[in-house]
């Protein structure tokens, strides 16, 4: 393959802000160069119509149609703008993520599903460039989570030779790679889905900027404790999780015991469960020194850095963009790396990540 193809990187996650997209070129001798990036945030509409599809509705096979065709507008539109960022890049794919709306692996029939709304047909058509997209499916059928699947990517951007690196991603959720000898990752938790939820229901705000609301909080020992108890905490990996599961409802039903609680204090103790979910994630896996790059939009959060790093003390906590990919490139960057990954039939999985049975070939391809 000529070193000069490109390849387009589309995420839009679970904290349903809109989509990133960067275009980007892996060199021969590693690592990645990006020359593109931008984000496009959703419509209200599509984004309040993606929040209602994360769970049971009316009507839902045909909304999710549509809102898979919304999501291929909105990714079209994203990549011109990229294009129009860098008009010479020559772009050999492009590897769309979707809209998560269930993620049940393992579940019902044993092998379960996951499920990434996107009409990649319909974004072939508009893009006129090859989309690899269904990145998750083939890791599920295999018998994995199909999540996470960027520690792969982490590992090849970011491992240092003769040193331990962790890589924390704080999205909707959160979710760690560990890089060393060999490598794993899992999910820890609520990112910052929870923490939007209640400051959109309270202060009407998008999300809680630098965490500043949370500080004006207090921590209350109680509830975290009751939401700490959830068995997701103390599961052994391979372990991934979603909205199916940290969820309004979810946090509503631990509230009741609480109902005294100032909403100050539960946005505190939100942004501590997050905090405590990721801190306890490591230690778990007896990982507690070296650097911890940060990334994903819960990396412009001070307050949650602030109380990470008091938990983590003997860890290093500093932004990816100190070690070469900025926070919210990250996860856009390693679906344009998945896509070269299928483009040149390499497996996209690490099987001691996800649980599947082996490495797999990951996306289905609509050609261009
Ligand atoms: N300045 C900021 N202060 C605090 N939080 C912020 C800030 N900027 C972004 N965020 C948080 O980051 C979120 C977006 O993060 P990101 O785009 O990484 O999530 P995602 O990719 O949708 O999720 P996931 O990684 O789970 O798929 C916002 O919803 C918000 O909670
Ligand atoms: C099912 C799904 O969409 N999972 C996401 C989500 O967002 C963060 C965390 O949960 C992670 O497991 C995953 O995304 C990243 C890109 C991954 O697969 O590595």
Same mark, same amino acid.
């Given at each position: 393959?000529?070193?000069?193809?490109?390849?387009?990187?589309?995420?839009?996650? @679970?904290?349903?802000?809109?989509?990133?997209?960067?275009?980007?070129?892996?060199?021969?001798?590693?690592? +990645?160069?990006?020359?593109?990036?931008?984000?496009?945030?959703?419509?209200?509409? *599509?984004?309040?119509? *993606?929040?209602?599809?994360?769970?049971? /509705?009316?009507?839902?096979?045909?909304?999710?149609?549509?809102?898979?065709?919304?999501?291929?507008?909105?990714?079209?539109?994203?990549?011109?703008?990229?294009?129009?960022?860098?008009?010479?890049?020559?772009?050999?794919?492009?590897?769309?993520?979707?809209?998560? $709306?269930?993620? &049940?692996?393992?579940?019902?029939?044993? +092998?379960?599903? @996951?499920?990434?709304?996107?009409? /990649?047909?319909?974004?072939?058509?508009?893009?006129? +460039?090859?989309?690899?997209? %269904?990145?998750?499916?083939?890791?599920?059928?295999?018998?994995?989570?199909?999540?996470? *699947?960027?520690?792969?990517?982490?590992?090849?951007?970011?491992?240092?030779?003769?040193?331990?690196? #962790?890589?924390?991603?704080? /999205?909707?959720?959160?979710?760690?790679?560990?890089?060393?000898?060999?490598?794993?990752?899992?999910?820890?938790?609520?990112?910052?889905?929870?923490? %939007?939820?209640? $400051?959109?229901?309270?202060?009407?705000?998008?999300?809680?900027?630098?965490? #500043?609301?949370?500080?004006?909080?207090?921590?209350?020992?109680?509830?975290?404790?009751?939401?700490?108890?959830?068995?997701?905490?103390? &599961?052994?990996?391979?372990?991934?999780?979603?909205?199916?599961?940290?969820?309004?409802?979810? =946090?509503?039903?631990?509230?009741?015991?609480?109902?005294?609680?100032?909403?100050? %204090?539960?946005?505190?103790?939100? =942004?501590?469960?997050? #905090?405590?979910? +990721?801190?306890?994630?490591? &230690?778990?896996?007896?990982?507690?020194?070296?650097?911890?790059?940060?990334?994903?939009?819960?990396?412009?959060?001070?307050?949650?850095?602030?109380?990470?790093?008091?938990?983590?003390?003997?860890? &290093?906590?500093?932004?990816?963009?100190?070690?070469?990919?900025?926070?919210?490139?990250?996860? #856009?960057?390693?679906?344009?790396?998945?896509?070269?990954?299928?483009?040149?039939?390499?497996? /996209?999985?690490?099987?001691?990540?996800?649980?599947?049975?082996?490495?797999?070939?990951?996306?289905? =391809?609509?050609?261009?």
């Amino acid at each position: 393959m000529p070193a000069a193809e490109h390849f387009i990187g589309l995420m839009s996650g @679970t904290s349903l802000d809109g989509v990133d997209g960067v275009i980007a070129r892996f060199p021969e001798a590693g690592g +990645i160069e990006v020359i593109a990036h931008q984000h496009q945030p959703f419509p209200a509409e *599509l984004r309040a119509e *993606l929040l209602a599809l994360n769970s049971s /509705g009316a009507d839902e096979l045909r909304r999710a149609a549509l809102a898979g065709n919304a999501l291929a507008r909105s990714y079209a539109a994203l990549i011109e703008r990229l294009r129009a960022e860098a008009p010479q890049a020559d772009i050999r794919a492009i590897g769309a993520h979707g809209q998560t $709306v269930r993620h &049940q692996p393992g579940s019902g029939d044993g +092998i379960g599903f @996951t499920c990434q709304l996107l009409n /990649g047909a319909l974004l072939a058509e508009l893009s006129c +460039i090859d989309v690899v997209c %269904d990145l998750r499916s083939r890791d599920v059928a295999a018998g994995g989570q199909g999540a996470p *699947l960027v520690p792969a990517f982490h590992q090849a951007v970011f491992a240092q030779p003769e040193r331990a690196v #962790a890589v924390l991603n704080i /999205g909707g959720i959160s979710n760690v790679s560990l890089l060393g000898e060999s490598v794993s990752g899992f999910d820890c938790g609520p990112g910052n889905c929870l923490m %939007d939820h209640w $400051v959109q229901r309270h202060l009407g705000h998008q999300f809680d900027a630098d965490g #500043a609301w949370a500080r004006q909080g207090q921590v209350l020992p109680e509830l975290l404790q009751t939401l700490l108890g959830e068995p997701f905490f103390s &599961q052994a990996p391979p372990r991934s999780t979603g909205r199916d599961l940290f969820n309004p409802a979810w =946090l509503q039903a631990r509230l009741e015991r609480h109902a005294a609680a100032s909403a100050v %204090d539960v946005q505190a103790t939100l =942004l501590a469960l997050t #905090a405590h979910g +990721i801190a306890g994630s490591l &230690q778990q896996q007896g990982w507690s020194h070296g650097e911890l790059l940060v990334c994903g939009g819960g990396a412009f959060n001070g307050a949650l850095l602030d109380a990470l790093q008091a938990l983590l003390p003997g860890m &290093q906590l500093m932004s990816s963009g100190l070690r070469g990919l900025p926070p919210m490139q990250v996860e #856009a960057a390693a679906f344009a790396w998945l896509a070269e990954r299928f483009i040149r039939r390499l497996p /996209g999985n690490l099987p001691a990540v996800t649980g599947a049975a082996g490495t797999r070939l990951l996306g289905a =391809l609509y050609p261009a």
